[in-house]
């Protein structure tokens, strides 16, 4: 998470006698749900109490905060910002690793397995939702799309970026009439539209031939393909940018104002590079891989233009990705926390520096900088709101098409209905809307992994779906892939690993590797085959 940096005005600086004051997260700590209020012994609470009480079965969340002055020693500050939501069952639950004699003693089932929060008494449910597939690029055709700008057509490719922490960000390029492609992607719910190569040539610093050779891979006599790039370069000549420093200071100097963490210190090169880092290609950090992936896309969308290549079903399992409730949980959590400091706690400083009888010395106490942080957080009632009304108030939206609709009451009119919620999966509250039935029907590419049966009646038919007996939604993954070591294997079984080389371009009869979004190589097309069987061997 960025650390946050107040840099003083020069009538500031007068007030407080600091030029910067820095802070950021060093550790979180959760504890223990408990009754606060009541120094006892043993003051934990536990789940049948709060539902007996219409509470909420919560625990404290604590924060160590370093502090910095200027060049001064760092301070580190423990601070409690609020007491959040606790799941059933959880490491943090008192439940947990009790048996079936002590669970009855804590007026609990004996079977009880958790899953579920607690709220004003309500047991609560983060429903699983389906999102589109992660780090993959979906090439797809929609009618909408045409009136949105100047020149646009129906066809896209998207690419829904997620990095480790799970952060995601949705980019799309769109084909224009004219040949040449415009990256969007929003921000704090904003839409925002960038010529492509600015982006190309902001995160690498090359010449038009070397950018015109990579996409057209040698089909020179091809006159459309040629003609599309051409189209794309020269937006770039209209704009008189011709390296990677004036493609960054200029994309710096537009969204200045706009991104979140920008100081006065930075110069529009500095922000440039936030933007490439912090929204462009998320799920890599390395300038050389997000090049390469949006090269890649653009390959994608031009060949679905002239018809090589088959458009992608968004309704196909085989497109999609769940997003279980923790993740969502832990999501909304990071924002909050990001709020607290970036936002929230920067407005409180500039109004705590107008007041007229501002103690400079007072200001530098720990407790003052507790008690500012304190009462910037809330953090503790926002996720509470969050599962009471399953409505999300968010700055950015966290990449998702809905606000409401993500908390449901697990209602227990028996054990196999109070089940069923664990096992539901909903395709969006935004697609509840549509008119077209596309989004409902059942596809081949479904078996196994949803139950063809088990879907209400209504409205929310084929929308709200069960995943099968046998589908098991994962929470991480599994194996941590060694992606150096893979490509090295790969190398054997007959893969050419891609080059930084622009020299060096292959024809389309080379299939691209890719793996988890990072483009790996090609593979020539007569071992396609036998490299794919190779894998599976190994695996």
């Known amino acids: 998470m960025l650390q946050f940096d107040y840099i003083a005005t020069e009538e500031e600086k007068l007030k407080c006698g600091f030029s910067r004051m820095t802070l950021f997260y060093d550790s979180f700590e959760i504890g223990n749900p408990s009754h606060e209020d009541l120094d006892l012994?043993?003051?934990?609470?536990?789940p049948s109490e709060c539902r007996q009480r219409r509470m909420t079965y919560e625990a404290p969340l604590f924060a160590i905060i370093s502090r910095k002055f200027d060049d001064e020693m760092i301070d580190h500050i423990r601070i409690k910002l609020g007491n959040i939501p606790v799941m059933v069952g959880s490491k943090f639950c008192n439940l947990r690793g009790l048996d079936e004699k002590q669970l009855a003693q804590k007026g609990e089932d004996m079977s009880e397995f958790g899953g579920y929060f607690i709220v004003n008494g309500?047991?609560?449910?983060?429903?699983?939702?389906?999102?589109?597939?992660?780090?993959y690029p979906v090439v797809f055709s929609r009618g909408n799309f045409v009136g949105r700008d100047k020149n646009f057509t129906s066809y896209a490719c998207q690419f829904r970026a997620v990095r480790d922490d799970l952060t995601a960000q949705t980019i799309t390029l769109h084909y224009l009439s004219d040949g040449s492609i415009t990256l969007r992607f929003l921000y704090q719910k904003q839409e925002f539209l960038i010529p492509i190569i600015m982006i190309l040539k902001g995160l690498k610093d090359c010449t038009d031939k070397q950018i015109y050779e990579r996409?057209?891979?040698?089909?020179?006599?091809?006159?459309?393909?040629?003609?599309?790039?051409?189209?794309?370069?020269?937006?770039?000549?209209?704009?008189?940018?011709?390296?990677?420093?004036?493609?960054?200071?200029?994309?710096g100097s537009r969204f200045r104002v706009v991104l979140a963490g920008v100081t006065s210190e930075m110069s529009d090169i500095d922000v440039g590079d936030l933007l490439l880092h912090k929204h462009i290609c998320i799920h890599t950090d390395s300038y050389?891989?997000?090049?390469?992936?949006?090269?890649?896309?653009?390959?994608?969308?031009y060949a679905a233009v002239a018809n090589e290549t088959e458009l992608d079903d968004l309704d196909s399992v085989a497109n999609q990705d769940v997003l279980l409730g923790g993740h969502l949980y832990s999501q909304i959590l990071v924002e909050k926390l990001f709020d607290c400091l970036h936002i929230n706690l920067r407005q409180r400083l500039k109004k705590e520096f107008t007041r007229y009888n501002f103690d400079s010395i007072k200001f530098r106490d720990i407790h003052t900088t507790k008690k500012l942080i304190e009462s910037s957080g809330m953090i503790g009632k926002r996720m509470e709101h969050f599962l009471a009304t399953g409505n999300l108030i968010s700055r950015t939206n966290l990449d998702l098409m809905q606000t409401a609709g993500f908390s449901i009451i697990a209602d227990k009119l028996n054990s196999i209905r109070f089940l069923s919620h664990f096992r539901s999966i909903h395709r969006g509250q935004y697609f509840a809307e549509q008119k077209t039935t596309s989004v409902r029907k059942l596809l081949p590419e479904s078996w196994g992994f949803l139950c063809p049966v088990h879907t209400p009646d209504g409205a929310p038919c084929g929308l709200l779906n069960h995943i099968s007996m046998s589908c098991v939604p994962i929470g991480s993954e599994e194996v941590t892939v060694d992606k150096h070591k893979l490509k090295h294997v790969f190398g054997e079984l007959g893969m050419n690993s891609i080059s930084?080389?622009?020299?060096?371009?292959?024809?389309?009869?080379?299939?691209?590797?890719?793996?988890?979004?990072?483009?790996?190589?090609?593979?020539?097309?007569?071992?396609?085959?036998?490299f794919v069987e190779s894998i599976r061997f190994l695996k």
């Open 215 to 251: 996409i057209v891979k040698g089909n020179f006599n091809q006159k459309q393909i040629s003609d599309r790039v051409e189209a794309i370069l020269g937006v770039g000549k209209d704009s008189n940018v011709y390296n990677s420093q004036q493609c960054k200071a200029l994309m």
């Open 500 to 530: 930084s080389d622009f020299n060096l371009n292959y024809s389309k009869t080379y299939y691209p590797v890719v793996l988890d979004g990072v483009h790996l190589g090609y593979v020539a097309g007569e071992i396609g085959e036998q």
């Open 41 to 46: 012994e043993n003051s934990n609470i536990y």
């Open 122 to 135: 309500n047991e609560k449910v983060a429903r699983m939702l389906i999102v589109p597939k992660r780090n």
């Open 288 to 301: 050389e891989e997000k090049f390469d992936t949006i090269c890649l896309m653009i390959d994608k969308l």
